[in-house]
């Protein structure tokens, strides 16, 4: 399963945008870029999927690089409910749906 | 609310013990997933059924099994249990069994192991 690297922690202030960086050099043709997050306490939680076009959801977009070697997920206005663990994860299309999550990105909220 | 029930949803035990934690997946949801998350080893997929089937496996070890029923609720088995199985084990679901599909989790089981 390709690897992806974030950072360990990021910081952003109440109703400001918030850029979270994905690398993932080993990313392969049929591989799908998969956000999802877990706020305290809970299960985690689906935000965006994309493959090579950028996307936007009510929640988020997702910036993708064109060599597919990196990706950016943008919250445009974060508030303190958006405090959590960001996972980037690439998901291969195959006939199983497993994800592999990685470290994730701990994204502190500041009022 | 994902949809996705779990039970129970705390759960205290001796080691050596055995344990079953179970899930109800969404409404017409065919695959069920299985993970643990542990401070020191993260969230890892266990193991996928799909429409009854196993689909796929991860890191579980040999003392764990799982089934998914004909109602489509799954059931983990967790025996001879030791201290490190201590975590909390989520279920989650999604309408098929492959690809770029939305997985919704469940609030999850805390296995406390003493």
């Known amino acids: 399963d390709a690897k992806t690297t974030q950072p360990n922690s990021m910081e952003s202030n109440e109703e400001e945008p918030v850029h979270l960086p994905c690398n993932h050099s080993?990313?392969?043709?049929?591989?799908?870029i998969h956000w999802y997050r877990q706020l305290p306490s809970q299960g985690p939680e689906y935000v965006i999927h994309?493959?090579?076009s950028n996307v936007n959801n009510r929640m988020a977009s997702l910036a993708i690089a064109e060599d597919r070697k990196s990706s950016t997920l943008i919250l445009h206005r974060a508030t303190l409910r958006d405090a959590a663990v960001y996972y980037c994860?690439?998901?291969?299309?195959?006939?199983?749906?497993?994800?592999?999550f990685g470290q994730g990105t701990t994204l502190q909220v500041k009022p | 609310d994902s949809g996705v029930t779990q039970t129970p949803k705390h759960l205290i035990t001796a080691t050596g013990q055995r344990v079953t934690l179970r899930c109800s997946p969404r409404?017409?949801?065919?695959?069920v997933y299985w993970y643990q998350q542990s401070l020191d080893q993260g969230l890892q997929f266990l193991i996928q059924?799909?429409?009854?089937?196993?689909?796929a496996k991860g890191n579980i070890l040999e003392r764990f099994s799982a089934q998914q029923f004909p109602d489509l609720h799954s059931e983990l088995n967790l025996s001879s249990l030791e201290l490190g199985d201590s975590a909390l084990y989520f279920c989650?679901?999604?309408?098929?069994?492959?690809?770029?599909?939305?997985?919704?989790f469940g609030p999850g089981t805390r296995l406390l192991v003493l």
């Open positions: 989650a679901s999604s309408v098929g069994g492959g690809g770029p599909e939305t997985q919704y």
């Open positions: 994309g493959l090579t």
């Open positions: 994860i690439l998901q291969r299309w195959d006939n199983t749906g497993k994800l592999i």
């Open positions: 080993t990313i392969s043709g049929t591989d799908y």
């Open positions: 409404s017409g949801d065919l695959s």
């Open positions: 059924y799909y429409n009854g089937e196993e689909r």
